[in-house]
T-cell receptor, first 110, second 119 residues
Framework: GENVEQHPSTLSVQEGDSAVIKCTYSDSASNYFPWYKQELGKGPQLIIDIRSNVGEKKDQRIAVTLNKTAKHFSLHITETQPEDSAVYFCAAPGGFKTIFGAGTRLFVKA | GAVVSQHPSWVICKSGTSVKIECRSLDFQATTMFWYRQFPKQSLMLMATSNEGSKATYEQGVEKDKFLINHASLTLSTLTVTSAHPEDSSFYIC???????????????FGEGSRLTVL
């Protein structure tokens, strides 16, 4: 089955700097890779996703890149702001289910 | 985007009582809903997959008699924690997959979560 690994578990950056979170997956047949942001006490919210037919997708300050050969995908946040502080989860489909990474706790220091 | 509403957002109950949590898809129909449990500083742990009109599929180690799931319509799934104990205290989250969504995309919409505290 699918296995998703996420790094780092914690990331602290200065406001305005960039943050990068990486995930690897094991199932080469996986074709959809979402990223979720979870704020304290709330459910996860989809912030960006990418399908396997493209290598990069960007939405304002957020971008996701996908390397199918290496089976890894990354979340890039530029010009970070304090409100970006949250836990971020990557995910990949595991059959009918969705397999989540362990999460990255991002701290953006003002 | 699609909206999933979860209620209540928090609940406190006495040990031995049962608690019901509702998960509703507000603007789309969901053939499949998922229930997760999340401990502090940990990832989401899938408890069960809820399919409209059929029995839920539970993950290994999850007691189906303890966590009753009902998915009676395309817009509502409920999770009932029966005879709750303090160790059942946790953050419970539901998610729904749209009827129109590709089953392989994993495109999910999450509820706001329900924090259960059992005294």
């Amino acid at each position: 089955g699918e296995n998703v690994e996420q790094h780092p578990s914690t990331l602290s950056v200065q406001e305005g700097d960039s943050a990068v979170i990486k995930c690897t997956y094991s199932d080469s047949a996986s074709n959809y890779f979402p990223w979720y942001k979870q704020e304290l006490g709330k459910g996860p919210q989809l912030i960006i996703d990418i399908r396997s037919n493209v290598g990069e997708k960007k939405d304002q300050r957020i971008a996701v890149t996908l390397n199918k050969t290496a089976k890894h995908f990354s979340l890039h946040i530029t010009e970070t702001q304090p409100e970006d502080s949250a836990v971020y989860f990557c995910a990949a489909p595991g059959g009918f289910k969705t397999i989540f990474g362990a999460g990255t706790r991002l701290f953006v220091k003002a | 985007g699609a909206v999933v509403s979860q209620h209540p957002s928090w609940v406190i109950c006495k040990s031995g009582t049962s608690v019901k949590i509702e998960c509703r898809s507000l603007d789309f129909q969901a053939t499949t809903m998922f229930w997760y449990r999340q401990f502090p500083k940990q990832s989401l742990m899938l408890m069960a997959t809820s399919n409209e009109g059929s029995k839920a599929t539970y993950e290994q180690g999850v007691e189906k008699d303890k966590f009753l799931i009902n998915h009676a319509s395309l817009t509502l799934s409920t999770l009932t924690v029966t005879s709750a104990h303090p160790e059942d205290s946790s953050f419970y989250i539901c998610s729904a997959r749209s009827l129109a969504g590709d089953l392989n995309t994993g495109e999910l919409f999450f509820g706001e979560g329900s924090r259960l505290t059992v005294l």
